[in-house]
């Protein structure tokens, strides 16, 4: 890794980066140039120490002086507006043109205040402006059109992968989305033809620590035109007003923790951008996009993507919410359907299992079990028998509730472990206790349920050289190991629509009993 050596003591090993504070790095990516600067009299008080390569000008040179040494005083009241604005965010980026080396160069200035100062950051202008195929509205018009015709969160996944590869050009956009324990999964991706697919593969939440997660959600884009950097340190490194250093959350520049440099070193990515995507104000997910070699994404297209970001975050919430409420659609006709059946048949078990939909429909389930009068009615994939008259002791002397529900029954029950692949995930319905009446629902393994079996191009493990090496093949493994024994959560409506059976069985049951003693008097 060639970041500076003597930036931090930094060791990277991939499982200490939960504790990096990555805000405050020091450091700025070198593509452009960072400036803190101090209100109202727009006085420098920090930069980043490649001011000469950029601008012409030594750190020493600017530092403590007025704004007025770079721009021209019309750019200064055009600042100043900028940034009397309630959202000064509003304006980015603002165009200024510097006399570096005595030619004018064009920049995209990009303006945040963070702890009292203003950050402006500058990177050269590589856009002509009146090219008009990258004005903005080009760019978004026809992928917008696209994300609202899209039904589902998995169509909606696959048009901003497509598009944001369109617009961008990075050799592959995957869609990545994170499970209740951070846990994440490729749902989507667009990629060059020859390169491996990362589809459907699991990676562990190590893979994007929590500091990290923290500013994904904070900034909705992130760039880094090329891993192989150079840093440029911030100088001084504290704001000399409040002896801290530099806030970098807001800043497009801040350097990048050099347990993510590792990450895409072993993934063999030169350069990557990421777009997050925010759901009721929480991080539901990533666009990932990776280049095999360094590739600068210029503001305008950047913000383009970001744009595209925020209208995917909101077709998502609402097409979520939407498959929400179909499946709670169905498992209502499903219930009643079950209902109808039990009460049409002699026995109502035959109306719970011998019929299309049956009692697996209903909690989205892979087995079944009814224990009814002593006998054990299986349906699906379940343990074995004996197994089954094990674990229903153990519910009858140790739940207490009608209704137990667990994604990972070997926690509380250790004997679990043997029959994983059928019942890692079990519902339990107590229709009556004394009477050791019980419908029980199996899940198995969510490793079980991945349908990735290894990829025979899957990239060449990177050497083990102490640290902690991540690849997707090696991420994969990593992830199996983490949600071992567990199986995918039952949903809310689904532990619902069980505890609606126990009722209905309830009533057919004491309705049938009720029958027969009317037929024999």
């Known amino acids: 890794m060639n970041t500076n050596k003597n930036d931090t003591a930094f060791t990277v090993d991939l499982t200490n980066c939960d504790k990096e504070p990555i805000h405050i790095p020091g450091f700025v990516q070198p593509h452009g140039v960072l400036l803190a600067i101090k209100e109202p009299e727009l006085t420098i008080l920090q930069v980043s120490n490649n001011t000469y390569n950029c601008l012409g000008f030594h750190p020493e040179e600017l530092l403590n002086q007025p704004l007025r040494k770079l721009l021209e005083s019309e750019q200064i009241d055009f600042l100043n507006d900028c940034l009397t604005q309630e959202d000064i965010q509003i304006v980015n980026p603002v165009e200024f043109t510097i006399k570096t080396f005595q030619e ?4 995209d200035g990009i303006i945040h205040r963070s702890n009292g100062v203003v950050i402006l950051e500058l990177e050269p202008a590589i856009l002509e402006k009146n090219n008009n195929y990258f004005r903005f509205y080009h760019l978004v018009k026809l992928a917008i059109g696209k994300l609202q ?6 169509e909606i996944s696959q048009i901003i992968v497509t598009e944001v590869r369109r617009i961008t050009g990075f050799d592959r956009v995957m869609f990545y989305r994170f499970d209740r324990d ?5 749902i989507a991706e667009d990629k060059q033809e020859h390169l491996p697919s990362y ?5 562990p939440a190590s893979d994007i620590p929590t500091p990290a997660r923290k500013l994904y959600s904070q900034n909705w884009l992130r760039l880094i035109p090329d891993a192989d950097y150079q840093a440029a340190a911030i100088v001084p490194t504290n704001n000399p007003l409040t002896d801290e250093p530099l806030d970098l959350s807001g800043s497009v520049l801040r350097s990048v923790s050099p347990c993510h440099i590792e990450y895409l070193h072993n993934m063999g990515v030169k350069a990557s951008m990421s777009i997050s995507i925010i759901k009721n104000n929480k991080l539901w997910g990533l666009i990932a996009c990776h280049h095999q070699t360094p590739k600068y994404v210029p503001y305008e297209i950047r913000h383009a993507c970001e744009f595209l970001g925020q209208v995917t975050s909101l077709e998502i919430a609402t097409k979520e919410d939407n498959e929400d409420s179909e499946s709670k659609i169905e498992i209502k006709s499903v219930l009643a359907k079950l209902v109808e059946y039990m009460s049409a048949e002699k026995s109502f078990i035959d ?3 011998n019929k299309q939909p049956n009692i697996l429909n209903l909690v989205n389930a892979q087995g ?8 054990l009615y299986l349906l699906g994939n379940t343990p074995e028998k004996q197994d089954i008259q094990n674990l229903l002791l153990w519910i009858h002397n140790n739940i207490d509730e009608d209704i137990f529900y667990t994604d990972s029954l070997s926690q509380v ?11 890692s995930g079990l519902i339990a319905l107590s229709i009556s206790k004394t009477q050791n009446k019980y419908v029980l629902w199996f899940r198995p393994e969510e490793v079980q349920t991945v349908n990735w079996g290894g990829n025979p191009n899957q990239p060449v493990e990177v050497s083990e050289n102490g640290g902690l090496h991540l690849s997707p093949r090696k991420s994969f493994e990593l992830w199996k190991e983490i949600v071992r024994l567990k199986s995918l959560p039952w949903k809310s409506y689904e532990v619902n629509a069980a505890a609606e059976l126990r009722g ?4 057919v049951v004491l309705r049938k009993i009720d029958e027969h003693h009317h037929h024999h008097h």
Do not use: M, Q, R
Not at 414 to 421: I, M, R, V, W
Not at 504 to 507: E, G, M, V
């Open 504 to 507: 209905a069985i309830i009533t």
């Open 149 to 154: 015709s899209t039904k589902t969160v998995t």
């Open 199 to 203: 589809l459907d593969l699991h990676y």
């Open 368 to 375: 079944a079990a009814i224990c009814f009068n002593k006998e």
């Open 413 to 423: 029950y250790p004997e679990a472990e043997k029959f994983k692949d059928v019942a």
């Open 182 to 186: 951070w846990n994440g999964i490729v």
């Open 351 to 353: 109306g719970l299992i």
């Open 104 to 107: 004018p160069i064009i920049f």
